[in-house]
């Protein structure tokens, strides 16, 4: 996954990746970004962490679809916010 967030970084326009991806009753993300967005707080709003360019966060005992929601959920708020 994390190999998979840095590829989706070299596709033009992309100034953010987020995959995820399920291992047990987890749903595990890996967030990076060019610089211009700063997905350290995007997993901090999620129970995760990390830098500004590299970060992850894992939700447990939710299904895929819902892990998807709450990062939409996440970036909506942010974007409306002025945060991201």
Do not use: C, W
Request: aromatic share 4%; charged share 20%.
């Amino acid at each position: 996954a994390p190999q998979a967030a840095d590829e989706l970084l070299s596709i033009s326009g992309v100034d953010a990746s987020f995959v995820l991806y399920e291992y047990g009753d987890t749903v595990s993300m890996s967030a990076r970004s060019m610089g211009k967005i700063n997905v350290q707080v995007i997993m901090e709003a999620l129970g995760g962490g990390g830098h500004q360019n590299i970060a992850g966060a894992q939700l447990s005992d939710v299904t895929m679809s819902e892990a998807i929601n709450k990062l939409k959920e996440v970036l909506t708020k942010m974007t409306e916010e002025g945060a991201i």
